[in-house]
Every structure is written in structure tokens, then in C-alpha cells.
């Protein structure tokens, strides 16, 4: 998907205009609290087996995980979209 400047974004396989702005605020943060959370779980599922395993504690390591986990997606989901819509 890219946007042309013209507010409407395309898809670039069939070149099928898709109505909205793809570029608003609201869309990036929506990208990058989806990307944060999706990471989020990851991270803390294996925060949480790693903490009880090495001795930390499933509790500590899971937070541990799920924080780093939702600011590393929250910062690949702002370089997605800023790839999509200004580059």
C-alpha cells in the first residue's frame, strides 16, 4: 500500500483505490500499538519461560518480556508505517 499524495491509498498489486487516509495519526498509532501488542505477547509467553526456568521468576520475566516485546513492536510498527506513507 502506498499513498501518492492524493489521500487515497493504493494497492499496488491491482491498483484498487482504497478510501481513507492511511497516513492519519489515528493509523499510525493503531499500527503501532497493534504491532507493540503482538510483540508484547510474545515476549512475555517467553519472558515468563525463561524466568522460571533460570530462576528469576515467571512473574518478573514475563513483565520483563512483554515491556521490551511491546516497545520493540511499538518502534517496528512506527518504521512500517513510516516506510508506507513517506517513503
Request: proline share 2%.
Amino acid at each position: 500500500m502506498r499513498n501518492f499524495g492524493s489521500g487515497l491509498v493504493y494497492n499496488l498489486n491491482d491498483s484498487t483505490p482504497v478510501y481513507g487516509n492511511a497516513c492519519g495519526f489515528n493509523d499510525f498509532m493503531s499500527h503501532m500499538n497493534a504491532q507493540g501488542f503482538d510483540y508484547a505477547v510474545a515476549g512475555g509467553l517467553t519472558g515468563a519461560a525463561m524466568g522460571a526456568i533460570t530462576g528469576p521468576g515467571a512473574l518478573m520475566g514475563g513483565i520483563t518480556g512483554a515491556t521490551t516485546g511491546f516497545l520493540g513492536g511499538f518502534g517496528l510498527g512506527f518504521a512500517q508505517k513510516a516506510h508506507e506513507c513517506w517513503f
